[in-house]
C-alpha cells in the first residue's frame, strides 16, 4: 500500500521470502518493473481516481514506514489469520489488487455477512479499507507493463482470509454526504457477534471498523455489545478509527473501551498527527451511581499513517455510491485507485492488519506463547513499542520527586506511532514472554505478561539487570471493561470497571523501595509511562489495583486480567551514535538464531 507524495523509493524485493512455497518467482516485483502511466485525475469526494495501474511515483509505503518488513522478511504475510472488516458495504475483491490466482489461493473475501435489514452492496469505501487490510496486489497488464504481483500495491496482510461484514440499511442520497449511512442495532449486532463468536468453528483473529457515529460515552447498544463481545472473545482483536472530526470527540465505535483505537499522521517522516483526526477526550458513565462525568478518558491509543494514500477503487452503482450516478461506471473498471485519500479510516486498518501479522508470526513461532494472542497483550506491546508523535504529550510531570500522569496518554495519538519492526522483537522475541503464576516476576529488558492481579493487591517486576541512566522506558498496562453478551437477545451489558495503576520504582536490595514514576488515571481502562531514567541503578514495574470504579455485576469481581507490556530504548551519546546505527539491524540477526527467519530472496 502506498502513500501518493513524492518520496524515497524502496525494493520492492525485501517482500520476497521462500518461506512461501507457492509464491512464483514474480510475486511482489520490484518498484521499477512496474511502470503505468498516469492519467489525468477526475476530482471526487477529497480524492481523485485515476485509470491504473499507477501513476508516477516515486513513493513512500505505508508497509516500510511502519516496520512491516520484519514479518515479511521472516515469512509472515498474514496467511494464518482471518482479518474481518465491518462497515456500510462489503469489499468488492473482484478489483484487480485482490486477484489471487496467480497464488494458488481462493478469493480474498472468503465470507460475506450482512446484518438484519442491511443492503449487503458491494462499497467503495469498504473497497479501499479492504486493499490496507489485505490487497494482494495484483497488477493487470496495460501497455508495456506486464501483468504480476506489485508490491506498491500490497495490503498489510496480503495473505490473511478476508471477511467482509455489511452494516448499512440506507446510504445517503445528498451529495454533500457521499459515503454516510444508517444502521439499526439488528443490522450491525449480529455481524460483529459472528465475527467475535465464529461461523462454523472460526472467528476471526482482528476486526476492523472504518466508520464513526457520535456516542462520546460508548452507551449506545451497538458500543455496549461490542465491548461485551471484546471480553467475552479476548483472542479476537478489535480496531477501530478515531474519527475525522478534528477537535472534536473520538467516535463510535472508537470511543469504547476494549479495542484498539487509532488516530491518523502524515507528515515527511508519519509523525504529525493529521489535522482531521479526532482528538477529543470522551466521556464515562458509572452505572453504580448513574453519573456521567464528562471528557474524561483518552480514546486513541495509538496512531498510524492515514494520509495521501493510494486506494483501490470501486466505481459501481451500488453502496456509498449507488445514489450518485455521476460517480458510478456499470460496471465497475477493475483497475482504477484513488489518490491522494485521507482519513483514520485508512490509518486503522493498517493496524489491523499490523495485528494480523503480529498473530500470524505467534502461530507460527512454537516458542511464543499462545497467552500472545489475546488482545490486551497485543494492544500493550504495540502501545510499549510505539514511536512518540510530534508534540506528544501525556500530561506527565514531576511532583513531588515522583514523574506523574492522571491523563496517560496523548489525546490525539495514544502511546504513539505504531513500530512494527518493535513489535514485532518485543511480541516474539522478547526477553520475557509471559510469564508463569498469576502475576509478577523477574523480566528481561523487553516483552510482555498476561497476568491478573487481586483488589487491594499489587504484582512486582523487578528487571533482571540494573538499567544505565541513559535508558529510556516505555511501559503499558491495559486491561478490559467487564461485560456480558447475551447472543440470544443481541445484547451487551457493562458489569464492572477496574482502576489499575502503573507504577515504576527504584529497586534496592530486592525491595522496592522508591517510587520513581506513576501513570495513574481513573477513567481510562490503559496506563502508559514514557521517560528517560533519572539515575543507574535497578528498577522494577508494579501494577496496583487499588479499587474498582464500580461492579454491578451478579458476581463480584475479585481479580482483574490485564497486558503488560515494556522496552528499554538506550538514548545514545553523540560519538556512540554511528554504532547504535550499525547495531540497528541486529534483531534480525536475533530472529535467525532463533530460526524464526529465512533469508530473503531477490527479485
Not at 462499497?123 to 508490491?151: C, R
Not at 468453528?201 to 460508548?218: E, I, L, M, Q
Not at 458509572?286 to 483501490?312: C, K, S, W, Y
Amino acid at each position: 500500500m502506498q502513500k501518493s507524495t513524492p518520496a524515497s523509493d524502496a525494493a520492492g524485493n525485501r517482500l520476497l521470502s521462500p518461506t512461501i512455497a507457492l509464491v512464483v518467482a514474480t510475486l511482489f516485483a520490484t518498484v521499477a518493473a512496474i511502470g503505468g502511466r498516469s492519467d489525468a485525475a477526475e476530482t471526487f469526494a477529497r480524492g481523485a481516481f485515476v485509470s491504473g495501474p499507477y501513476p508516477a511515483g516515486p513513493f513512500t509505503f505505508v508497509n516500510d514506514a511502519v516496520g512491516a518488513g520484519i514479518f515479511y522478511n521472516s515469512g509472515f504475510f498474514g496467511s494464518s489469520t482471518v482479518v474481518g472488516n465491518i462497515e456500510a458495504g462489503y469489499v468488492w475483491d473482484a478489483h484487480e489488487v485482490f486477484d489471487r490466482s496467480g497464488l494458488a489461493l481462493g478469493p480474498a473475501v472468503e465470507r460475506r455477512v450482512a446484518g438484519t435489514g442491511a443492503a449487503g452492496e458491494y462499497d467503495f469505501h469498504a473497497t479501499m479499507v479492504g486493499h490496507v487490510l489485505a490487497g494482494t496486489g495484483y497488477v493487470a497488464a496495460t501497455g508495456s507493463t506486464s501483468a504480476g504481483y506489485s508490491y506498491v500495491g500490497v495490503g498489510m496482510a496480503p495473505l490473511a482470509k478476508l471477511w467482509s461484514g455489511a452494516i448499512a440499511t440506507r446510504y445517503a442520497t445528498d451529495a454533500n454526504s457521499i459515503g454516510s449511512f444508517d444502521t439499526t442495532p439488528q443490522s450491525t449486532i449480529p455481524v460483529y457477534r459472528q465475527f467475535f463468536q465464529g461461523i462454523s468453528g472460526t472467528a476471526c483473529d482482528v476486526v476492523n471498523s472504518s466508520f464513526g457515529s457520535y456516542d462520546p460515552a460508548a452507551l449506545e447498544q451497538e458500543s455496549v455489545a461490542i465491548d461485551a463481545l471484546a471480553y467475552q472473545c479476548p483472542n479476537v482483536t478489535f480496531v477501530a478509527a478515531a474519527g475525522n472530526d478534528g477537535a472534536a470527540a473520538v467516535s463510535a465505535p472508537g470511543g469504547g473501551y476494549n479495542g484498539i483505537t487509532v488516530g491518523s499522521v502524515g507528515g515527511a517522516n508519519f509523525r504529525t498527527p493529521s489535522s482531521f483526526s479526532s482528538r477529543g477526550p470522551v466521556d464515562f458513565y458509572n452505572p453504580a451511581t448513574n453519573t456521567m462525568i464528562a471528557g474524561v478518558r483518552v480514546a486513541v491509543d495509538v496512531a498510524a499513517p492515514g494520509e495521501e494514500d493510494f486506494l483501490a477503487a470501486y466505481l459501481g452503482p451500488t453502496g456509498g455510491l449507488g445514489p450518485f450516478p455521476q460517480y458510478t461506471q456499470n460496471p465497475s473498471p477493475t483497475d482504477r485507485y484513488f489518490v491522494n485519500m485521507d482519513g483514520t479510516s485508512f490509518a486503522s486498518p493498517t493496524v489491523a492488519g499490523g495485528v494480523a501479522l503480529m498473530k500470524d508470526a505467534a502461530n507460527g513461532i512454537s516458542v511464543v506463547p499462545g497467552t500472545a494472542l489475546d488482545t490486551r497483550v497485543v494492544k500493550a506491546v504495540l502501545m510499549a513499542t510505539s514511536t512518540p508523535s510530534d508534540g506528544w504529550s501525556n500530561g506527565q510531570a514531576t511532583v513531588g520527586g515522583v514523574l506523574r500522569t492522571t491523563q496517560s496518554l496523548d489525546y490525539a495519538t495514544g502511546a504513539g506511532v505504531i513500530d512494527l519492526t518493535a513489535a514485532g522483537l518485543t511480541y516474539v522475541n522478547g526477553d520475557t514472554m509471559d510469564l508463569p503464576g498469576a502475576a509478577g516476576g523477574i523480566i528481561g529488558s523487553s516483552g510482555w505478561d498476561l497476568g491478573s492481579i487481586g483488589v487491594g493487591a499489587h504484582a512486582d517486576y523487578p528487571f533482571a539487570a540494573p538499567l544505565t541512566a541513559s535508558t529510556e522506558l516505555q511501559v503499558a498496562l491495559n486491561w478490559f471493561a467487564n461485560g456480558t453478551f447475551d447472543a440470544g437477545s443481541d445484547t451487551g451489558t457493562r458489569s464492572a470497571f477496574a482502576n489499575l495503576d502503573l507504577q515504576v520504582w527504584r529497586v534496592v536490595s530486592g525491595s522496592f523501595a522508591t517510587l520513581v514514576a506513576e501513570s495513574a488515571s481513573t477513567y481510562n481502562n490503559g496506563e502508559f509511562l514514557r521517560f528517560t531514567l533519572p539515575s543507574a541503578g535497578d528498577y522494577g514495574l508494579r501494577v496496583t489495583l487499588p479499587a474498582m470504579v464500580y461492579d454491578v455485576g451478579a458476581t463480584p469481581v475479585t481479580a482483574e486480567a490485564y497486558g503488560l507490556s515494556w522496552t528499554q530504548i538506550i538514548v545514545p551519546e553523540p560519538t556512540s551514535a554511528i554504532a547504535l546505527a550499525a547495531g540497528a539491524g541486529m534483531g534480525f540477526i536475533v530472529l535467525r538464531r532463533r530460526q524464526v527467519t529465512s533469508p530473503a530472496t531477490p527479485g
